[in-house]
């Protein structure tokens, strides 16, 4: 039987704009729910002036994340992702979608754009049903990688 769950990642920019992922969520597609969430430390992360300001911007701007802030060391992404047991992984987003390619090349990754999700805004709408990680419980939800796998999710049920 195969498994397959939706994994949501935001990024900060490294030095030779390399993207660097700063926070990821996964969520099982079946019904268990089960999920996990990181924030990674970017601290020894080469950055060069254009990544500095870019990632400076992004932490006021968009999802409040420094990159020294976070519960688990950059190097172990791909540890975490290639302890992930699933055969499909279904992401939002090309760019993404190469990223997580290159960590786990042997995993089925799909864009759920290439099956006709709409824009966030469209599917989740402030559901302020969804859960959000602890981190950004004061801020705007759908800067949340936790509250973007459950409305992706919702999403994939209702449209597969």
Known sequence: MSSSAIVDIQCVLG???KYMIKEMSVVDTAETWASQHWIFKNSNSK??????????????????LSTE????????VGRILNSLKFDCIYVKGEQKKQLLT????????VNIE????????QICDGDV???????????????CTFYKVY??????????
């Open 15 to 17: 030095a030779g704009n």
């Open 47 to 64: 950055q060069d002036n254009k990544s500095r300001k870019t990632n400076k911007w992004l932490e006021r701007n968009y999802h409040q």
């Open 69 to 76: 802030y976070g519960d688990v060391e950059y190097e172990e």
């Open 102 to 109: 290159e960590y786990i090349p042997h995993v089925a990754v």
């Open 114 to 121: 290439d099956l006709g999700c709409p824009r966030l805004d």
């Open 129 to 143: 049903t969804l859960p959000r990680c602890i981190f950004h419980m004061e801020f705007n939800p759908k800067q």
């Open 151 to 160: 409305a992706i999710r919702k999403w994939l049920r209702h449209n597969s």
